[in-house]
């Protein structure tokens, strides 16, 4: 069974530009997370989709935003790129839920904003 | 204080030895709790969920402590194959469910 793949790999863009990740689940997930890890920091909770709806956002600012595809797919769009965007950025995935079920990961979209 | 908190270590331990990780957390309504190992430049990979009955996987065993608002990890018999940094994520319902992961613990096993 295919496990949660992400694409690009790397990523690399300057200050101001836009980025954008996708990610696409295991077979039979319909919730994706996405998560920012910055290095040396642990995983920073940034969104939660089920179902193409977004259930929940964590600390960040409304550049970072995304969307889910009816084939449950997602992608990640983080505009006017800063330095400190810079970061792996996971995208997770679970069985249709309330959310508190257990989340496997992606390999991650390295970003490097120069 | 943050809402998931782990020893950051390293735990530096031989072969063959028992280690502990404890990791708490702040919201009393916490639903879900689990074990991730995460290797350097990794993606995270489950370990194990924790239930509140304790559970076993080999010689990892997870527990849940809801009075005192923990969980632990106890590995037995480490291999150098062990060495990795262990994270805690602890799942809430707060106007939606939300996953909060624990900044983790560096295991360092050596011959």
């Known amino acids: 069974e295919a496990g949660v793949t992400q694409s690009p790999t790397h990523l690399i863009k300057t200050r101001g530009q836009q980025a954008t990740l996708r990610c696409s689940p295991i077979?039979?997930?319909?919730?994706v997370y996405w998560y920012q890890q910055a290095l040396g920091l642990g995983l920073q909770f940034l969104l939660w989709y089920d179902e193409g709806e977004e259930r929940n956002r964590g600390n960040f600012p409304p550049r970072f935003s995304g969307r889910q595809f009816p084939n449950y797919s997602s992608e990640l769009n983080v505009n006017a790129l800063e330095l400190e965007d810079s970061a792996l950025y996971l995208c997770?995935?679970?069985?249709?839920?309330?959310?508190?079920?257990?989340?496997?990961f992606g390999p991650g979209t390295r970003l490097t904003v120069l | 204080r943050k809402e998931v908190e782990q020893d950051p270590g390293p735990f530096n331990v031989p072969e063959g030895a028992t280690v502990a990780f404890n990791c708490t957390y702040s919201n009393s309504a916490s639903q879900s709790f689990f074990w991730y190992r995460q290797d350097c430049r990794k993606e995270p990979k489950l370990l194990m969920s924790v239930y509140s009955s304790g559970n076993e996987d080999g010689r990892f065993t997870a527990q849940l402590n809801r009075a005192s608002q923990y969980i632990s990890l106890l590995i037995r018999d480490s291999k150098l194959s062990d060495s990795a940094t262990y994270l805690c994520?602890?799942?809430?319902?707060?106007?939606?469910?939300?996953?909060?992961f624990g900044a983790g613990t560096r295991l360092f096993v050596k011959a």
């Open positions: 994520a602890v799942s809430f319902n707060t106007g939606g469910f939300k996953t909060i």
């Open positions: 997770a995935s679970s069985i249709r839920g309330q959310g508190g079920n257990e989340q496997f």
């Open positions: 077979s039979g997930h319909t919730s």
